[in-house]
């Protein structure tokens, strides 16, 4: 009786576990991100000049409202857009776990600095005639 107990328990997990993950895959159809995500799209890596590599990625991101596209811990990610407002970068954690933040004079990105000293800089692309970021709410 217990044995039959527990069968039929795994199998309504089971069929549960199932429904959910056919309703999850009717919501996001092919190619559409779950929100708060992000994925690389394209990344470049161009090593033409000596001891520096410049890489440039594109990264896709569904944002939840009141987030913006960022950098935490290296990766793409969904940032509060308060910290792109203030220009505030080092808060968005974009450094790995090992690696000192510090923000460019000019509030034009940041560099994340190792424990052995060799720096890495990011900035950002500036618009030309006085364009800025356009945050959509």
């Known amino acids: 009786m217990q044995l039959l107990r527990v069968a039929w328990a795994l199998t309504g997990a089971a069929i549960c576990c199932f429904l959910i993950l056919l309703i ?3 919501l996001l159809k092919e190619g559409q991100l779950a929100a708060g995500t992000c994925e690389i799209v394209t990344l470049d890596r161009d090593s033409s000049q000596p001891r520096r590599t410049i890489a440039r990625q594109t990264a896709r991101c569904a944002c939840k409202k009141g987030q913006i596209a960022g950098t935490t811990r290296a990766r793409p990610a969904c940032v509060d857009a308060g910290i792109v407002r203030k220009k505030q ?3 968005m954690v974009p450094c790995l776990e090992d690696e000192g933040c510090d923000l460019l004079v000019n509030r034009s990105g940041w ?3 190792q424990p052995g000293g060799r720096v890495k800089t ?3 692309p500036t618009f030309p005639s006085g364009q800025k970021w356009e945050l959509i709410p």
Do not use: A, N
Request: net charge neutral; with cysteine.
């Open 24 to 26: 999850h895959s009717r």
């Open 122 to 124: 990011t900035t950002l």
């Open 111 to 113: 560099t994340c600095t």
């Open 89 to 91: 970068w080092c808060e």
